[in-house]
C-alpha cells in the first residue's frame, strides 16, 4: 500500500489507530512521510485526515477520552512514549488551524508568543524573529508599520499568514495545516498556496485539504482517506493520474465524496 | 397613491422608533426619578444644619447635647469592609472560576456547581446567624478580641455571599474563550498552565472584572449581614479588627424611627445619596475597563 518515496523520511507511522471513547476513527494506518516535500491529505469529511494530521503533534491528547494506539516517528523516534516532551514535540511540529485563530493580542505579540513560551527573552532576538517570521510568511511589507495593532484589525488572508508567521517563530521543523485556506476568498488562498510552495524549501509539510485542485497543485505526496483507513499513497501526480484503488479514483474523479 | 403608501411606512417607522426608544429610555428615567427623589427629601439638609455638617468625624444625630451628621464614618465603614470583603473573593473566586471551566473534569463539575449555586442562594440573614454564633467567635478568640462583631467578620461573610456571583460571571467569561486560543497555545507547545494564564485569563479579563465589580456591588449594598456582625459602630478607622458601621446598616436601622422631615431623617438621604453615587461609580469604572480590554 505505501510507496516508499526516494527523499529522506521525516515522520513514519505504523498501525496507527486513534479512538475516540469507542468509536474508532483511523485505522492501523502506515505512512512514510518524506523530508521538505509537502504532503496532502484528502478524503471525504470524517475519514480522518484531520484526527490523523492531530496525531503527529498529538494535539489529539487535550480531547477527553481519546486513545491512540501504535507508532508515530518523527526523525526516528517514538513521540508517543512516556519521556517525550511534549512542549519540545509542539516546537518542533508547527500547526496552522483552518480557521485563523490569531490571539486577541497585538501582531507582535502574536508572533513572540511561542518564543516567549520557550524561553525567549532578550527584546533583539524577539524583535529578529518577528521580522523572520513575518517575513517567511509574506506578511512583512505589509504589516511593519503597526506591528502593535491587534492582529484581530488583520484581513482573514492576513490573519492566517499571521497564524503561519506565529508558527514559523518557534523555528519548527514540520508544519501541519489544517485546510489552512477554505475559510479564505480565492486571492488569499492563492497567496497562501504561493506561500506553501516556498515553505517546503526549509519544512516539512503536511496539508489537510477538501479542495482537490489544490492538493494538486500544491503537493508533492498525495495519501487518500477513507471512512478512517489509508486507501492509497503516493507521489501526487501517479494518484491524479493513475491511481491504483478504484476508490481513489472515483474520489479524485467526483463521483462521491 | 404609492407617495401616501410611502409616507404611512415612514410614520410606521417613527412610531416604532419613539415606542422602542421610550422602552430603552425608561431605566434612564427610573434612575432620574431616584436621584430626584433622594434630592428633594435631603435638600432641607442644606439650609438647616448646613452641608459642611456632613463633613463631620461623628455620627451622633441623637443627642440631648449636640447632634452630629457626619458621614465620614460611615463612609469609611462601607469601603473598609468592601475593601477587605473584595479582597478574599477575588483569589476565591477566579481561581474556582479557572479551576471550574479550565481543569475540572466532568464529574468534579457536577459536585462544585450545585453547591456553588446554592451558597448563593442562603439568605443573608441566614449568613448573619453564622456570623454570629461561629465566625465571630473565632474571630474574637484568634485575634484576642474584646468582641467578634467587627469590619473583618462582615468583610469575610460578604465575601462569602459574593464569591458565587463572581465565580459563576468568570466562569462563564472563560468558557466563552474560543477554544482555537487555547489550541493555538497548546499547539504551539505551551502547557496548560501557561495557556490559562497568558490566554485563556486574559482574554476573559473584562467578563472577570465585571463579575468582580457585581460583586462589590453586592457586597456594598448589602444590608442585613453588615447590621448583624460588624457592630454598628459608627467610628472612623481603617482597622479590621474594629467595630464598623456601614452605609447601609445606618440607613435600614434609624429610617424606621427617625422623625419625618427632621434633620436626621434629611442627613439619612444624604447618605443614600452617597451610596447611589458610590454604586454608580463602581459601575461606569467597570465599563470604562470592560471597553479598555475588549479591543485589545
Known sequence: MVMSPQTPTKIETLGLEVFYDTQQALFGIDTVIPSNQVTALIGPSGCGKSTYLRSLNRMNDIIENTQVKGIVKIDGTDIYTNGTDLADLRRRVGMVFQKSNPFPKSIYENVVYGPKIHGVKDRQTLDELVETSLIGAGLWSEVKDRLDKSALELSGGQQQRLCIARALAVEPEILLMDEPASALDPKSTARIEDLIGELRVNYTIVIVTHNMQQAARVSDFTAFFYEGHLIEFGDTQTIFTKPLNQQTEDYITGRFG | ?296
Not at chain 2, 412610531?15 to 432641607?44: C, M, N, Y
Not at chain 2, 453564622?130 to 465575601?159: C, D, E, M, R, Y
Not at chain 2, 494564564?197 to 463579575?211: D, E, H, N, S
Request: glycine share 8%.
Open chain 2, 1 to 296: 397613491m404609492i407617495f401616501n403608501s410611502i409616507q404611512r411606512k415612514l410614520l410606521q417607522d417613527k412610531a416604532v422608533r419613539t415606542i422602542l426608544l421610550g422602552a430603552a429610555s425608561t431605566s434612564i428615567l427610573i434612575v432620574v426619578l431616584i436621584f430626584l427623589f433622594l434630592g428633594k427629601e435631603a435638600v432641607p439638609f442644606i439650609s438647616k444644619p448646613g452641608i459642611s455638617a456632613l463633613w463631620d468625624s461623628r455620627w451622633i444625630p441623637v443627642s440631648f447635647q449636640e447632634q452630629r451628621y457626619g458621614i465620614l464614618p460611615l463612609l469609611s465603614g462601607s469601603l473598609l469592609v468592601t475593601f477587605l470583603a473584595t479582597i478574599f473573593m477575588i483569589p476565591f473566586g477566579v481561581i474556582s472560576a479557572i479551576y471550574l471551566s479550565e481543569v475540572a473534569v466532568k464529574s468534579e463539575r457536577e459536585i462544585l456547581k450545585p453547591f456553588i449555586e446554592l451558597l448563593a442562594g442562603i439568605p443573608s440573614v441566614i449568613i448573619g446567624f453564622f456570623g454570629l454564633v461561629v465566625l465571630g467567635p473565632v474571630i474574637k478568640s484568634v485575634f484576642g478580641l474584646q468582641t467578634g462583631l467587627n469590619a473583618l467578620t462582615g468583610a469575610l461573610l460578604l465575601a462569602l455571599m459574593a464569591i458565587p456571583t463572581v465565580i459563576s460571571i468568570s466562569e462563564d467569561a472563560l468558557r466563552n474563550v474560543p477554544r482555537s486560543y487555547k489550541e493555538a497555545s497548546l499547539a504551539l507547545g505551551a502547557s496548560k498552565i501557561q495557556t490559562i494564564w497568558r490566554i485563556v485569563v486574559p482574554a476573559g479579563l473584562p467578563g472577570i472584572i465585571a463579575a468582580i465589580m457585581l460583586g462589590m456591588g453586592r457586597v456594598i449594598g448589602e444590608t442585613m449581614v453588615v447590621l448583624m456582625v460588624t457592630g454598628n459602630a459608627a467610628i472612623m478607622t481603617l482597622n479590621p479588627l474594629d467595630s464598623v458601621r456601614t452605609m447601609t446598616a445606618t440607613i435600614a436601622a434609624e429610617m424606621g424611627e427617625v422623625a419625618f422631615g427632621s434633620s436626621h431623617y434629611a442627613a439619612l438621604f444624604w447618605v443614600g445619596i452617597f451610596l447611589l453615587l458610590i454604586t454608580l461609580g463602581l459601575n461606569i469604572i467597570a465599563q470604562r475597563v470592560l471597553r479598555k480590554y475588549q479591543m485589545v
